[in-house]
Structure formats: structure tokens, C-alpha cells
């Protein structure tokens, strides 16, 4: 908790928070403000059902669902609301609405494919993924040398095919190495690529795909888009 401040408040979204979080916050006086005991949310059918304390009182919101981890939500709103800077609910239900980042579940279609884009570079990340969507008809992966391969890729949807792909950038991954590293934790490489170019050129017909691990993949997979003439419309 090298971030916490005395006299001010820590909003931790984290959930189930360490004890020693909390413990190290209030011995440097600060104030303790964690996901599931002093605000929480939850999905629902229709958005989300967030609930904050405000001056010591629960207040609930119910907003619309968002394209960015939902906890990201709740987290932003009661940091919002503890230094008394929160919008009115409908000024915050049309921001969530229209909030969307790019390389964060950027989904675009072309004919009968589908393509999404997920930075999704730790376990954390790729098992919000998963959460949201359990299953994907291929999955590109392309990862850097200092990142978790095995905690990824046993986090990410379950994929019909896997593609390993090259990130020719400093501390990049060949598509040879990620794949030795897939290969370890079980799963099977259906094809390994130098270029996104080549990985997407082999993607299924129709179906989901996911290009996800590294802030470079998904930069790679938007310069093909672009360079498309049209091809991939946003959805």
C-alpha cells in the first residue's frame, strides 16, 4: 500500500482485499474503502446494481451495462463520490452507456466473422474475459517475455483454435516460445504466425475471435483493421 496517504481515503475495487491492505492503509492513517464491504455491484439483466456509501449511508444505483469490467464501475463512483464530485444519476448512466476503450472488449465484424480485441495481459484480466465469455471459436495470443503465459492462457475462454503469434516489438514473444509455453499448460497450438496479418488470414470463416495478451497485439490487430478499406465494421 505504497499509495496510501494519511488523512485520505484508499478505494480499493480489488475483491477480497488482503487483511494487511487495510491494516497498512489505516496505520498510515489513512481511510479503508474496499470493494464488498464498503461498496459493492453486481450484474443484473438489465446493467448493473451498484450500491456506495456516501457520508456513512448506502446509496444504490442501477445503471446501464458497461463495455469495461464492471467493477471498474462501482470502483470509479465511489472514489467519485468520496471527494463529493459524483454527477447526477442519469449523467452517470449515460457516461457508462457511452464509455467504451479501446483494446478492452472492441469487438468488430466482417460478414459472418467476429473479431475482438482484449489487451487481457495478466490472469486477472483474461478471467474477467472468461467470465463474460466463456467460449471463443479461435483465440490469437501473442504475449510479452516478462508476462505470465501459463496464468493467461488458464485464465482466458476456452478457444476451438489457438494461434501464437509474433510480437516484433522490445521484450516481444516469437510465436515459437508462446506456443512451447501454451503447449506446457495443456493446450493445443493449431498454428503459429510471424505477423498478425498471417494470423488473422487464417481465422474461421465465421465465429468469434479473440486477439488478446498484450497492449502490441491488439495495436497489431488495429493496424490491420484499419488498413482493411472498410472491410471490419465496429460493433
Avoid at 33 to 52: M, N, P
Avoid at 167 to 191: E, F, I, K, N, Q
Wanted: aromatic share 8%; hydrophobic share 40%; charged share 20%.
Amino acid at each position: 500500500c505504497s499509495i496510501a496517504r494519511a488523512g485520505r481515503w484508499l478505494v480499493c475495487g480489488q475483491p477480497d482485499a488482503p487483511l494487511s491492505a487495510r491494516e497498512t492503509t489505516e496505520t498510515l492513517g489513512g481511510f479503508w474503502c474496499g470493494r464488498g464491504q464498503q461498496f459493492g455491484v453486481s450484474q443484473t439483466t438489465a446493467g448493473l446494481d451498484v450500491w456506495i456509501s456516501v457520508d456513512g449511508a448506502r446509496r444504490e444505483l442501477a445503471l446501464p451495462a458497461a463495455r469495461i469490467p464492471f467493477h471498474y464501475v462501482a470502483t470509479a463512483v465511489q472514489a467519485l463520490a468520496l471527494i463529493d464530485r459524483l454527477p447526477e444519476d442519469a449523467v452517470v448512466s449515460r457516461v457508462v452507456a457511452d464509455l467504451h476503450v479501446d483494446g478492452r472488449w472492441q469487438s468488430f465484424r466482417r460478414g459472418e466473422q467476429t473479431l475482438v480485441l482484449d489487451v487481457a495481459h495478466n490472469p486477472q484480466a483474461a478471467a474477467y474475459l472468461r467470465s463474460q465469455v466463456p467460449e471463443v471459436d479461435c483465440l490469437i495470443l501473442g504475449m510479452l517475455s516478462d508476462k505470465d503465459v501459463a496464468g493467461v492462457i488458464c485464465e482466458l475462454p476456452e478457444a476451438k483454435k489457438i494461434y501464437t503469434v509474433t510480437l516484433d516489438c522490445w521484450r516481444g514473444r516469437s510465436a515459437a516460445s508462446t506456443a512451447t509455453d501454451v503447449s506446457a499448460c495443456g493446450y493445443s497450438v493449431a498454428g503459429q504466425y510471424e505477423s498478425m496479418a498471417d494470423a488473422l488470414a487464417m481465422m474461421p470463416e465465421q465465429g468469434v475471435t479473440l486477439a488478446a495478451g498484450s497492449f502490441y497485439t491488439v495495436e497489431a490487430a488495429s493496424e490491420c483493421i484499419n488498413s482493411g478499406e472498410g472491410e471490419w465494421n465496429s460493433i
